[in-house]
């Protein structure tokens, strides 16, 4: 009797990256399930083009699944993703802090509900269009989170927060490609109708005019009270418009400058109403701060790190605590508190958590 295929729920957002991960799945003989997260909400001017998991994107899928001859299904999440990413979308931006609402989905949704679903239908494994590795330590057994072979597409920085448990259970077909473009060929090669199709930008669930400000403006109104603009000794240059509508390191909307030099915002104070702004020297710092999540690194370590998705990682000393803090050995820019602090040592992953304000400010 010939062994049992090993079964696949794929996450299909409808773009080439998901497409060609299911595609590259159903090559290597696995037996593979397509699912496509439903999370736009009914507020949406129109969801056919919400982004990724939109109307629009199902239809792509369904058109990959058809094309690859694997079951497809849609499965309902609006209110999970709504309690889950959305309302700490709007909570995070009304306090101030710049949330990552990708890696929420990826916490609260993507790697656990579907995980789930998961065992509800029998499947094995979760697979995603994700760039990034996996190993397993020969020495301890733990398994290792990596950077994807493409340094440029790498997104385990959106990843560091999975578990040994859920670490045993995904796979990333997309690591070890070399390039973007070599994932095109393949789509073309596998006759996917989604070959070409261009990278969603924008925040899955914004899909008004206007961004995510007029979204956060119609949910929390009070991000947008007027206020003052202050310098960091506290003197009042100007007014704003809301809070609401800046994050740290932000030029735009600053109309103002000292002795001819630019301002950027420093820090928000939506008790106050009050955005802090100073020259652009005055967003370096060396010190980091966040709530560790990931405790791998027990002692003070050398690593690499990076405080945002698109920075490239930075030499930084660890020091684990309550909070954990890490110093650059290079300074920073724009710190920007509610965003993920991730950190490697080579290529994996050892440590991360959400930025927080230093000990000591408001």
């Known amino acids: 009797m010939p062994p049992k295929k090993q079964r696949v729920l794929v996450a299909m957002s409808g773009g080439v990256d998901s497409s060609v991960a299911a595609g590259l799945l159903v090559r290597r003989g696995y037996d593979v399930v397509g699912v496509t997260m439903q999370i736009w909400q009914e507020s949406q001017t129109d969801p056919r083009h919400a982004g990724c998991c939109s109307l629009g994107a199902v239809e792509d899928a369904r058109r990959v699944a058809r094309r690859l001859g694997i079951p497809y299904y849609v499965i309902n999440f609006r209110r999970e993703f709504r309690e889950s990413v959305i309302q700490d979308f709007l909570d995070e931006y009304a306090q101030g802090r710049t949330p990552n609402p990708c890696i929420q989905c990826n916490k609260h949704v993507k790697f656990d509900l579907l995980l789930r679903k998961a065992d509800e239908i029998g499947c094995d494994f979760l697979a995603t269009g994700h760039y990034a590795r996996l190993r397993r330590d020969s020495k301890t057994g733990r398994r290792r989170l990596m950077r994807a072979r493409d340094m440029r597409k790498d997104q385990s920085y959106a990843l560091y927060m999975l578990s040994q448990e859920q670490l045993g259970r995904v796979r990333f077909p997309l690591g070890e490609l070399s390039s973007k473009s070599e994932t095109r060929e393949i789509a073309r090669e596998l ?111 050398r690593v690499s790190g990076k405080i945002r998705y698109n920075m490239p990682p930075a030499q930084a000393v660890l020091e684990p605590g309550t909070p954990a803090r890490a110093r650059f050995l290079e300074p920073v820019r724009a710190v920007a508190p509610g965003q993920a602090a991730v950190f490697y040592k080579g290529a994996t992953v050892v440590a991360g958590g959400t930025i927080i304000a230093p000990p000591g400010t408001n």
């Open 191 to 301: 006759g996917l109708p989604v070959a070409d199709k261009p990278e969603s930008q924008d925040i899955c669930f914004v899909s008004e005019a206007g961004g995510y400000a007029e979204f956060l403006r119609r949910r929390r109104p009070e991000a947008f009270m007027p206020g003052d603009i202050v310098d960091s000794a506290g003197r009042r240059l100007g007014t704003h418009p809301g809070v609401g509508l800046y994050t740290i390191g932000q030029r735009r909307r600053i109309r103002l400058n000292m002795n001819g030099r630019p301002l950027y915002v420093l820090r928000l104070d939506p008790k106050e109403a009050r955005v802090v702004v100073g020259a652009a020297d005055e967003l370096l710092t060396h010190d980091v701060f966040f709530e560790d999540q990931i405790r791998s690194v027990r002692t003070r370590t």
